[in-house]
């Protein structure tokens, strides 16, 4: 997971909308429905922010066929005054159209979620320290941070859980990723070239990351902090 920085308010329909927010589920349910419309240029604002990839997972959608939906991290069912809080949205990988084509057991992000959150629990996205409550393994499984505290830990597995960020469906898809990337590396470890890998890997092609940057840039350590603080500071 990655820090996602909020830029501006949604624009003009989600900011009028928002003058006066719905109270209930049922409200937010049904104005959700009618703000239907507006909701492609939301989407393309949010995916902006979130430089193309899955906010909660980091699977960008485009690189492995999938659709994407707009995500309310406190749910609209038992938050409606939030519903139309650009601060509460993020873009997440797949659409209804894509769950037709998954077991229940590999949904993931915020279709895993639902409606269920604990404030208390939940890292989210958008908290600048996420980072850092995990670890990708070799294996495709994301697990909590060894270095965190008894609480820190409890609060990386709630999160991971209740996102099942370790479906085997994104388990495939990080460990392929990943065994490419450590071959990679190990063939320029001593090569000049490893910075310019780096900087391939995790910088930016027309405004987008590729996917899962978070642990491809724990791949390349103190050297993927440098190139990403020298070469692209819009991305810390």
Partial sequence: MRFIRKVGDGGYHLRKVNENPPTTEEQARSRWESFRKHKPRLKDLLLKEQFGLCAYSEIRPDEHDLETHIEHIRPKSRFPTRTFDYHNMVVNALSNTDLQ????????????????????????????????????????????????????????????????????????????????????????????????????????????????HTATGQRFGSLGKSVIKENYPDLL
């Fill in 101 to 212: 084509n998954l077991p229940k057991k590999e949904y993931f992000a915020g279709h895993a979620k639902g409606r269920n959150y604990d404030e208390t629990l939940f890292i989210s996205p958008l908290m600048e320290e996420c980072p850092r409550f995990f670890r990708y393994l070799s294996d495709g499984r994301i697990a909590p941070n060894i270095t965190l505290s008894e609480e820190e830990q409890r609060k990386a597995e709630y999160t991971i859980d209740l996102l099942n960020l370790n479906s085997q469906f994104l388990r495939n898809r990080r460990s392929i990723w990943l065994d490419e990337l450590d071959q990679l590396i190990d063939e320029y470890l001593h090569d000049e070239r490893l910075s310019f890998l780096a900087d391939c890997e995790l910088g930016k092609t027309n405004g987008r990351l590729r996917s899962f």
